[in-house]
């Protein structure tokens, strides 16, 4: 398995509050993606870089924004969290379109 | 990208083969398919894909039909650890877009 980890691993916090999740890769892989899964929902694709200071949407970008200063970290951060914004957040990383995503482990946040 | 349709649950006895199937009848050429799969709260896991030939690895089978229309995931001799949620994904781009997949449950 690649070298990924998402720190905090749990998160509990209030509405209001700003929330900032991080991806740590070891591989040097040149993409990194952040995900969000809901019940009854696969991952969505919040945004994404393809390079350092590199990033674009994905399909649910509203309300988070993304930083990326070095190769291996990437940031997510939601200004201001919101009810919604409960969910489980997946890091992955690749280094081509056509070679295999690797996932983190992943981050359970709840906004109460 | 192309939308997948997969049946939302099967059911597999352990040490039969799995096969798991997927429709994907608007891929275009450049488009491989690929499968992930999710056991329960851990990240997804690549299993394998191709583009039109069928491939194969230590963990499964993929058979793509001629006319890349649909494919078939395999698993040879699924075991208690293969229950999980099987996504089928067509990609072009550096973009995973995952449907709500297929919930394999291997019965002992």
Known sequence: DAGI????????????????????????????YWYR?????????????????????????????????????????????????????FCATDDSSYNEQFFGPGTRLTVL | DAKTTQPTSMDCAEGRAANLPCNHSTISGNEYVYWYRQIHSQGPQYIIHGLKNNETNE????????????STLILPHATLRDTAVYYCIVRHTNKLIFGTGTLLAVQP
Do not use: W
Request: charged share 25%.
């Open chain 1, 37 to 89: 899964q809901d019940p009854g929902h696969g991952l969505r694709l919040i945004h994404y870089s393809y390079g350092v200071k590199d990033t674009d949407k994905g399909e649910v970008s509203d309300g988070y924004s993304v930083s990326r200063s070095k190769t291996e970290d990437f940031l997510l951060t939601l200004e201001s969290a919101t009810s919604s914004q409960t969910s489980v957040y």
């Open chain 2, 59 to 70: 963990m499964a089978s993929l058979i793509i039909t001629e006319d890349r229309k649909s």
């Open chain 1, 5 to 32: 980890t998402q720190s905090p691993r749990h998160k509990v916090t209030e509405t209001g509050t700003p929330v900032t999740l991080r991806c740590h890769q070891t591989e040097n892989h040149r993409y990194m």
